[in-house]
């Protein structure tokens, strides 16, 4: 990527940002984005799945959950351990150029900005869900999206991530969770049974 290009990113991307986290800002909003980006908040979903899933569908549904699980230690193992390390990018909320103006409501913690893993890790978990429940369960894939997009959005909001960097987490999230949740249909598969939960007419 040349310089110009990548000077013109970096350019919108601190815009966007300015407006996310410090102008597009609500005491409803402060009071929601940290729990929506804390990971505890959605512990009770995935105990939910993790003993809906093998209750309803036997062994396919306990590999459902160790698919699950690998499609986020997917994302987080390229984005967390591969990307992170080679990227360096700041957070927004350990960057001196923005001390003044940032509209911060959580620790900031260390780490890098780019890409986003709580992005990579939550699409990927929402896009796998869609894909091998989308059989069974009505407007998974709003609902899945408007999730992971949910919890991207909140990191750009509370101060601790760019919009690029929730951008690309959210690419490689979608094609991780995609990439298995296709996997897991070719070879597994849920059975379709009448007394499933929320399924369609």
């Given at each position: 990527?040349?310089?110009?290009?990548?000077?013109?990113?970096?350019?919108?991307?601190?815009?966007?940002?300015?407006?996310i986290n410090t102008q597009w800002n609500n005491q409803v909003l402060d009071f929601i984005t940290p729990f929506?980006?804390?990971?505890?908040?959605?512990?009770?979903?995935?105990?939910?799945?993790?003993?809906?899933?093998?209750?309803?569908?036997?062994?396919?549904?306990?590999?459902?959950?160790?698919?699950?699980?690998?499609?986020?230690?997917?994302?987080?193992?390229?984005?967390?351990?591969?990307?992170?390390?080679?990227?360096?990018?700041?957070?927004?909320?350990?960057?001196?150029?923005?001390?003044?103006?940032?509209?911060?409501?959580?620790?900031?913690?260390?780490?890098?900005?780019?890409?986003?893993?709580?992005?990579?890790?939550?699409?990927?978990?929402?896009?796998?869900?869609?894909?091998?429940?989308?059989?069974?369960?009505?407007?998974?894939?709003?609902?899945?999206?408007?999730?992971?997009?949910?919890?991207?959005?909140?990191?750009?909001?509370?101060?601790?991530?760019?919009?690029?960097?929730?951008?690309?987490?959210?690419?490689?999230?979608?094609?991780?969770?995609?990439?298995?949740?296709?996997?897991?249909?070719?070879?597994?598969?849920?059975?379709?049974?009448?007394?499933?939960?929320?399924?369609?007419?």
């Amino acid at each position: 990527m040349s310089k110009s290009i990548r000077d013109l990113i970096v350019y919108y991307d601190h815009i966007a940002w300015y407006y996310i986290n410090t102008q597009w800002n609500n005491q409803v909003l402060d009071f929601i984005t940290p729990f929506l980006r804390n990971q505890w908040f959605w512990a009770p979903l995935y105990f939910f799945l993790a003993v809906f899933m093998p209750t309803r569908f036997g062994k396919k549904g306990l590999l459902w959950c160790v698919f699950f699980l690998f499609a986020f230690a997917c994302s987080d193992q390229i984005s967390a351990h591969w990307m992170k390390p080679y990227f360096h990018r700041i957070r927004p909320c350990n960057n001196p150029s923005f001390s003044g103006l940032i509209h911060i409501l959580v620790p900031c913690g260390g780490g890098y900005s780019f890409p986003s893993s709580h992005s990579a890790n939550h699409f990927s978990m929402g896009v796998f869900s869609a894909v091998t429940l989308s059989r069974f369960v009505k407007w998974i894939w709003p609902i899945a999206l408007l999730w992971a997009f949910a919890v991207a959005y909140s990191q750009v909001y509370v101060g601790v991530h760019f919009p690029f960097d929730i951008t690309v987490g959210g690419i490689i999230g979608v094609l991780c969770g995609f990439i298995l949740g296709k996997l897991f249909n070719h070879y597994y598969g849920l059975v379709n049974e009448p007394k499933v939960l929320f399924v369609n007419e």
